[in-house]
């Protein structure tokens, strides 16, 4: 015997049913912990933190532990690294090497770690378990700007003069690994994109002022 069709009221019975058990599902979530956890600022230990310490995030250099040997940006197959450093004499008379800019642009950067290998200064961050160099990767992941002349990490403030430090053999202690690198996230976010943004202005007037420059030869040659 086939199934007959339910009729008018059996349709909205039916339809009625259906609802019922959806919403019950639904209720049923009502009551239980979430275990979603609302990122990024309600996790409970911030996420970096959950991360491994050999993890390649953001580069960062300890000013207080570098000896401006440049070991890392003669290394850097792209030239991320830009370092700027001259020896004068102290008041001692005896010779000192003064850095006046450490720059990483992380934009270009493929996180290899050949800088890392290079750096001859062995570093103990505070908290870590291992030992790392001057510049080591940090646990900062999120890197996410709204200009690309942000991801230009200044670690030497412009005009600043940083004294580098004396190469020594042992392991030297340094700040909390993702310190400085908040310091000059900071910095570039800031400055940086104002500063490109005034160079690419003066390169676009040089052009113009070289372009009205070349006018008059180039009437000449028509004659
Ligand atoms: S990780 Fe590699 S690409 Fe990035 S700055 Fe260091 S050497 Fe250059
Ligand atoms: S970070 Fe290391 S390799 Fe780079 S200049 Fe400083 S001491 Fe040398």
Not at 146 to 153: E, I, K, P, S
């Amino acid at each position: 015997m086939s199934q007959s069709e339910p009729g008018y009221f059996g349709v909205i019975v039916r339809a009625a049913r259906s609802v019922i058990d959806g919403l019950a599902v639904t209720m049923s979530y009502v009551f239980r912990p979430p275990i979603t956890v609302q990122y990024p600022d309600r996790t409970p230990v911030p996420v970096p933190d959950t991360l491994p310490e050999r993890y390649r995030g953001l580069l960062e250099v300890d000013m207080e532990t570098c000896g401006a040997c440049r070991a890392c940006e003669r290394d850097c197959p792209i030239g991320c690294i830009r370092i700027d450093a001259t020896k004068e004499k102290g008041a001692d008379g005896k010779p000192r090497l003064i850095m006046t800019r450490f720059d990483i642009d992380m934009s270009k950067c493929m996180f290899c770690g050949l800088c890392v290998e290079s750096c001859g200064t062995d570093c103990q961050c505070e908290g870590d378990t291992e030992p790392s160099k001057a510049i080591h990767f940090t646990r900062e992941f999120e890197g996410v700007v709204d200009h690309q002349a942000q991801l230009v990490y200044r670690f030497i403030r412009p005009g600043d003069r940083v004294m580098a430090a004396k190469p020594v053999k042992e392991v030297v202690p340094a700040r909390r690994r993702g310190i400085a690198l908040r310091e000059a996230r900071r910095h570039a976010q800031v400055y940086n994109a104002l500063a490109f943004a005034w160079a690419l202005d003066h390169e676009q007037h040089k052009d113009d002022e070289t372009v009205a420059g070349a006018a008059p030869a180039a009437k000449a040659d028509d004659k």
